[in-house]
Each structure stands twice: as C-alpha cells, then as structure tokens.
C-alpha cells in the first residue's frame, strides 16, 4: 500500500516589482515622517518661544543647523512626490528660515554722526588667556574699550606688568577666581556706574564711559549663566534679565550672554530698544564658542554678543581668535548720534 504523503500549501506567488516598489515608498514616507516631526516640534517651540526644562535651553543654540537639516526630509519629499509631507517639510523649512536668514542679511542703521567707538570683548577662559596675547590684539584692533569675562586677579596683574595702561589707561574691573570676574578697560576716562548687577553667577559690571564731548556712555560687562542643569538653570535666565533694559542714557552691552539669538530671554531684552551688532552687519551666523579641544566638525553657536542702543550706528562686527580660550573675541565699530 502506497505511504500518503501530506500535501504541501501552494507556494506564495513571487512579489511583483510594482508591489515591492510601493513597499519601499510607504516605508520611505514613514522615514520622512520620523525625521520631519522632531524639527517640526523644534520649529514651533522656536516660534512661540517655549523654553522647556528638558535641556531645551541649551539645544536651541543650535536652531541654524536645524534649519539647514530641515532641508533633507522637504527635498526627498519633493523627489518622492509626497504632497502632504513636501507640504508640511515646507511649512518647517520656512520658519525656521525666518528665524535664521535675516541673521545673514544686513539692516539699515540711524542717522549717526557723533564720536566712533572701537569696542573689543573677549572671554578669557577662566584667565588662560596669556596677558602677551592680549596686547597683542590691542595693538592690532587698537579698540578704544576693552571688556573682559573670566577675569582673574592673575590676569589683572599680568596686564599691568605687560604694560596696558599705556594702551588702555582707565579701568573699571572686579576681577574674581574661577572665572567669575569682569573688568571694562578704556582710552577714554572711564567710572565705575554703581556695584555690579545684582544676582548670583559671574560678575556683570556697569561702567561709564566720558566721551570728548562730554556725555556719558554706559558699558556693561556682560556675562550670564550657562544655560546647563543644576542651579544654574535658574541663574541662566536671571542673569540676562539682570541687564539694564534701553532707553536713557546710551548704553553698550557686550560679552558673553550664553545666549543666541534663538533663545527668547535675549529676545526680550533686544525688543527694550537694543541692537545685535552681528545682526546688524549680517553676521549673524558668525559663530563663537566652542573654538578650544572641541574637533573641527562639532557645531558651533553664536553666544558673544555686543547690543548696543538702536539709536548708535553700527558700522562693523568681526569675530577674532586668541590662544588659551574656547571663545571668539569680538571686534565692532559703533557710532554715536550727534550731542542735541
């Protein structure tokens, strides 16, 4: 008798390339989805100006390089011909863009025909800066008023062995250890305006500067909080809110904010009635930390600034290395209006 042998299932019909195919671009527009939907989040925290706790404060440094990925999942949509999600990769290229471009652009200025002003600051790395390097850069900006954070008693003495005041003969300056100290050194004479601002963190010292003619001019050595955990979460925000609002007398702040212009609590003391001067020339997108044991391809934010009153000129910005700091130094021309 003859075994039975059991039956087998027909074996599946072999996939068609049309049915792979469309496999492949659902799968594709998933992909598109997973990336589009984080920066559409990122784009509308941007836009309202939301700044959650999850290390938001510190990501948002980095909006211009969102901007600029943005771009990936909005041209594979147009290339794949997904109209819902070319759409909406287009709705978040485009705000992001708007926060971003007009950084590269450069504004107008007021009618400004009063003194000029070379002002220089820099971030001197918990005082690592070499004093020998800093004459240098004075003798080859020739700035009229030099403001330094992460001042230290060690720097303080340094520059005058090196010689300074015969450079910059007025000063106004709290140097501190541990890179909490500021100082505001200046060719014009120079008073201190009143003790530094209250709060707690690195030292911002409010300065007057005499001009020829007589007027005044407020100078501030800025340097807020890092926006990273702990307590210095809290520190961070207080410390820009810290800052003199404009209006008055003329006022100049410069320094390390540890702030970009993406981050709203920068925003906010701007729209009192001040000026970004990297904005302003359409330098925006010059960055200026990280610069020191970080390798050439780690992204870098904009974070040193100088605001000055939207009644000044200002006519140019420029970033400038010195050895031993992880901070661009900052180089800007201004102009004053005309005395009334």
Not at 63 to 75: F, I, K, M, Q, R
Not at 113 to 129: C, E, I, K, M, W
Request: hydrophobic share 45%; aromatic share 6%.
């Amino acid at each position: 008798m003859d075994s039975v042998r059991p039956s087998r299932p027909p074996a599946a019909p072999p996939r068609t390339a049309p049915v792979a195919a469309a496999d492949a671009r659902r799968l594709a527009g998933i992909g598109l989805w997973l990336v589009l939907l984080p920066l559409a989040g990122w784009a509308g925290l941007r836009l309202v100006g939301a700044e959650p706790k999850f290390r938001w404060s510190q990501a948002v440094s980095f909006t211009p390089y969102a901007a600029a990925a943005s771009l990936v999942p909005l041209l594979a949509a147009v290339g794949l011909r997904r109209r819902a999600t070319a759409v909406a990769a287009f709705a978040v290229t485009a705000s992001l863009a708007a926060a971003v471009l007009p950084r590269a652009l450069p504004d107008g200025n007021p009618p400004a025909d009063g003194p000029s002003l070379r002002v220089l600051s820099a971030n001197l790395y918990h005082g690592s800066v070499p004093a020998g390097a800093l004459m240098d850069a004075l003798r080859r900006h020739r700035p009229d008023v030099l403001v330094m954070v992460e001042f230290t008693p060690e720097t303080s003495a340094a520059l005058d062995r090196a010689g300074v005041a015969r450079l910059l003969p007025y000063r106004v300056s709290a140097p501190e250890p541990d890179g909490q100290g500021s100082a505001v050194y200046s060719r014009l004479p120079l008073r201190a305006d009143g003790p530094p601002l209250p709060g707690e963190g690195p030292r911002q010292i409010p300065a007057l500067l005499t001009l020829p003619d007589g007027r005044e001019v407020s100078v501030v050595a800025v340097h807020a909080c890092a926006p990273s955990g702990g307590w210095r979460s809290g520190c961070w925000a207080s410390s820009i809110r810290a800052l003199p609002p404009a209006g008055g007398r003329l006022r100049v702040l410069a320094g390390d904010f540890n702030s970009t212009l993406d981050h709203a609590v920068l925003r906010e003391l701007i729209a009192t009635g001040y000026r970004d001067a990297a904005d302003v020339t359409g330098k925006g997108l010059a960055m200026t930390w990280p610069y020191l044991d970080q390798p050439w391809f780690f992204p870098k934010v904009a974070i040193d600034h100088l605001l000055a009153d939207s009644r000044i000129a200002i006519r140019s910005f420029a970033t400038s290395a010195l050895p031993g700091t992880d901070h661009r130094a900052v180089v800007t021309d201004i102009t004053l209006p005309a005395a009334s």
